[in-house]
């Protein structure tokens, strides 16, 4: 069974920084495209973030680019997001993504999801 779980939300002052953290376990790490959503209240869910299985190609938002960073490290099992230089309009539940890695890994189906941390900006 392949389970998702986030860390590393809460809240920060605009200008802030803070970092997720998102632990797989279940399957083999290296064979999953990774990603990061976003949902704000009254909005839909957005992608954030997205690397590769090998992590060599990564993929962001116009809204988040030169501001957050996706990294993963295969020998943790773990894909973290570094999001720095926040603002109010970044606040929103953040989710863990996972794709199979036989799929393209910015827009194909999401295979699994995590439970999701808050993360909230105040001005």
């Known amino acids: 069974q392949v389970q998702l779980v986030e860390s590393g939300g809460g809240l920060v002052q605009a200008g802030g920084s803070l970092r997720l953290s998102c632990a797989a376990s279940?399957?083999?790490?290296?064979?999953?495209?990774m990603g990061w959503f976003r949902q704000a209240p009254g909005k839909e869910r957005e992608i954030v973030a997205a690397?590769?299985?090998?992590?060599?190609?990564?993929y962001y938002a116009d809204s988040v680019k030169g501001r957050f960073t996706i990294s993963r490290d295969n020998a943790k099992n773990t894909v973290y997001l570094q999001m720095n230089s926040l603002k109010p309009e970044d606040t929103a539940v953040y989710y863990c993504?996972?794709?199979?890695?036989?799929?393209?890994?910015?827009?194909?189906?999401?295979?699994?999801w995590g439970q999701g941390t808050q993360v909230a900006v105040s001005s």
């Open positions: 993504a996972a794709r199979y890695i036989v799929r393209d890994f910015r827009t194909g189906q999401v295979d699994f």
């Open positions: 279940g399957i083999t790490f290296g064979t999953l495209h």
């Open positions: 690397i590769t299985g090998n992590g060599g190609n990564t």
